[in-house]
T-cell receptor, first 118, second 114 residues
Framework: GAGVSQSPSNKVTEKGKDVELRCDPI?????LYWYRQSLGQGLEFLIY????????KSGLPSDRFSAERTGGSVSTLTIQRTQQEDSAVYLC????????????????FGPGTRLTVT | AQKVTQAQTEISVVEKEDVTLDCVYE???????LFWYKQPPSGELVFLIR??????QNEISGRYSWNFQKSTSSFNFTITASQVVDSAVYFC???????????FGTGTSLTVIP
């Protein structure tokens, strides 16, 4: 079946502009994660959606970052007034994990969106 | 607080050599999950294994094996008879409790030289 897809694959934007990054998770996956991977670094957790529950936004680095998930499926990560330090690869992952249970499923990652802020 | 440490930043081995990638984790939770992911040059992370905190049995899958030791809070990954296709960045990750967050290490870049 189809995996996690992300668009665009590459995005170059000028400092100060807003950008929207899209993630289409695997159908039926209830959990969706956004991560940021800077060059040579590990994955930095940004935000987590689980079903209809309130998202866990504890990883968002500033109020310029926001995300939504419509209909429990597609998610959009928005970065307002982009800064050069926002340049990174933004990864989306989905999972069958259910909050509040001991069953934690593995995450399936998309190919990422490489964001370059000039 | 949760933390995953992958002390080896880069490793190079010659093809057919065995190599072990280290992973040390920190958590006070008694229920947790450990993962390994592979990120090949193409960039997409691929799930390799999941282990829960109640199962300390080592696992072998082909040339891959994992050694989970709670006494040392380690979850090391060994590739036997390495191949060029094993060249990638490998990430160890930890998830605790309900699994809201995954804590990733900074990764180990493995290069297998033909």
């Amino acid at each position: 079946g189809a995996g996690v897809s992300q668009s665009p694959s590459n995005k170059v934007t000028e400092k100060g502009k807003d950008v929207e990054l899209r993630c289409d998770p695997i159908s039926g996956h209830t959990a969706l994660y956004w991560y940021r991977q800077s060059l040579g670094q590990g994955l930095e957790f940004l935000i987590y959606f689980q079903g209809n529950s309130a998202p866990d936004k504890s990883g968002l680095p500033s109020d310029r970052f926001s995300a939504e998930r419509t209909g429990g499926s597609v998610s959009t990560l928005t970065i307002q007034r982009t800064q050069q330090e926002d340049s990174a690869v933004y990864l989306c992952a989905s999972s069958l994990a259910r909050a509040g249970t001991v069953i934690v499923g593995e995450q399936y990652f998309g190919p990422g969106t490489r964001l370059t802020v000039t | 607080a949760q933390k995953v440490t992958q002390a080896q930043t880069e490793i190079s081995v010659v093809e057919k050599e065995d190599v072990t990638l280290d992973c040390v984790y920190e958590t006070r939770d008694t229920t947790y999950y450990l993962f390994w992911y592979k990120q090949p040059p193409s960039g997409e992370l691929v799930f390799l294994i999941r282990r829960n905190s109640f199962d300390e049995q080592n696992e072998i899958s082909g040339r891959y094996s994992w050694n989970f030791q709670k006494s040392t809070s380690s979850f090391n990954f060994t590739i036997t008879a390495s191949q060029v296709v094993d060249s990638a960045v490998y990430f160890c990750a930890l998830s605790v409790g309900g699994g809201n967050q995954f804590y990733f290490g900074t990764g180990t870049s493995l290069t297998v030289i033909p």
